[in-house]
């Protein structure tokens, strides 16, 4: 018949033989890690003025972040498209609960080619919040996976991210006119100019708040006296549709306004284009504009 130390010793004996299998730097925890295979990829709806991530053209970065119950970081990396693996990720966590936040996204030109190590992108300050990298950011996906990982056992999944930004086209029908040296846009002309980079919640993919995205095109002796001319301008929302003010204006060489105009309540929604189309250069600035808002294919605006 065993008495009570007889039990307390067993117990010292079995908890000596778990520990025994690990370094004394490990704990209990890192002894029952599990396995974990994700695989992420990036997805939008096929228009016209957008190509579907990951069929064809990969986004730039991925970055990726788990955050355990209590906010800490347990696992985090970042993937440059063209590497091997790109979108597959292989790790360790220990048992418990865990958010999985990703997002992926494009960086401009200039981005790219001074980031050697590939290492500029998206940054993820909490499942909740994360930031833009410096410079223009075309294009966005993002979503959060919460997972219960259990002692030993191997876990697989994927995430498919959806297309969280909006985009505004601008299609110029009569021809550009000489001396014209850049056309400059500014969405949501009547949001406050905002400081630092622009941020959002990965979880719903909306802007943490309300802001100006401001971006000039610089127009070369090759588009001048060209007719149809497109541009485009991307922008994360508060909300899933949100009306906008668009202004667009265009200036000499010598940094002269030519033309401007103001496009008041544009319609704008999550992962479509809303297309203004119109002679940008003979008509005067303001006037009446109508739109079409039918979101099943890019919304056109005549101006």
């Given at each position: 018949?065993?008495?009570?130390?007889?039990?307390?010793?067993a117990?010292?004996?079995?908890?000596?033989?778990?520990?025994?299998s690990?370094?004394?730097?490990?704990?209990?925890?890192?002894?029952?890690?599990?396995?974990?295979?994700?695989?992420?990829?990036?997805?939008?709806?096929?228009?016209?003025?957008?190509?579907?991530a990951?069929?064809?053209?990969?986004?730039h970065?991925?970055?990726?972040?788990?955050f355990?119950a209590?906010?800490?970081?347990?696992?985090e990396?970042?993937?440059?498209?063209?590497?091997?693996?790109?979108?597959v990720?292989?790790f360790?966590?220990?048992?418990?609960?865990?958010?999985?936040?990703?997002?992926?996204?494009?960086?401009?030109?200039?981005a790219?080619?001074?980031?050697?190590?590939?290492?500029?992108?998206?940054?993820?300050?909490?499942?909740?919040?994360?930031?833009?990298?410096?410079?223009?950011?075309?294009?966005?996906?993002?979503?959060?996976?919460?997972?219960?990982?259990?002692?030993?056992?191997?876990?697989?999944?994927?995430?498919?991210?959806?297309?969280?930004?909006?985009?505004?086209k601008?299609?110029?029908?009569?021809a550009?006119?000489?001396?014209?040296?850049?056309?400059?846009?500014?969405?949501?002309?009547?949001?406050?100019?905002?400081s630092?980079?622009?941020?959002?919640?990965?979880?719903t993919?909306f802007?943490?708040?309300?802001?100006?995205?401001?971006?000039?095109f610089?127009?070369?002796?090759?588009?001048?006296?060209?007719?149809?001319?497109?541009?485009?301008?991307?922008?994360?929302?508060?909300?899933?549709?949100?009306?906008?003010?668009?202004?667009?204006?265009?200036?000499?060489?010598?940094?002269?306004?030519?033309?401007?105009?103001?496009?008041?309540?544009?319609?704008?929604?999550?992962?479509?284009t809303?297309?203004?189309?119109?002679?940008?250069?003979?008509?005067?600035?303001g006037g009446?504009?109508?739109?079409n808002?039918?979101?099943?294919?890019?919304?056109?605006?005549?101006?």
């Amino acid at each position: 018949m065993l008495h009570s130390n007889h039990y307390v010793l067993a117990a010292l004996v079995g908890l000596a033989a778990i520990f025994s299998s690990c370094s004394v730097k490990e704990d209990f925890d890192t002894c029952n890690k599990s396995q974990v295979q994700l695989d992420v990829r990036a997805f939008g709806i096929e228009q016209s003025a957008f190509t579907k991530a990951g069929g064809g053209k990969d986004p730039h970065r991925i970055v990726f972040k788990a955050f355990d119950a209590l906010g800490a970081v347990a696992f985090e990396t970042v993937q440059a498209s063209g590497q091997e693996g790109f979108g597959v990720l292989n790790f360790e966590l220990s048992p418990g609960s865990y958010t999985f936040v990703a997002v992926a996204h494009d960086l401009s030109s200039a981005a790219l080619a001074a980031d050697e190590g590939g290492n500029v992108a998206a940054s993820l300050n909490s499942a909740q919040e994360a930031v833009l990298p410096e410079g223009y950011v075309a294009d966005c996906f993002c979503d959060t996976l919460n997972v219960t990982i259990k002692p030993g056992v191997p876990f697989a999944s994927g995430m498919t991210l959806p297309r969280v930004i909006s985009k505004f086209k601008l299609t110029i029908n009569d021809a550009l006119p000489a001396g014209t040296a850049k056309i400059k846009f500014i969405l949501n002309s009547s949001a406050a100019a905002a400081s630092g980079n622009p941020s959002f919640n990965p979880s719903t993919g909306f802007a943490l708040k309300n802001r100006q995205y401001v971006r000039s095109f610089d127009i070369g002796d090759g588009s001048i006296g060209k007719s149809g001319v497109s541009l485009s301008v991307s922008l994360l929302l508060t909300a899933e549709t949100q009306d906008i003010d668009v202004t667009a204006a265009a200036y000499d060489v010598e940094g002269n306004l030519i033309i401007s105009h103001e496009i008041k309540d544009v319609p704008m929604k999550l992962n479509r284009t809303t297309v203004a189309k119109g002679n940008f250069f003979s008509a005067t600035g303001g006037g009446s504009f109508s739109f079409n808002t039918e979101w099943d294919d890019d919304a056109e605006v005549n101006y």
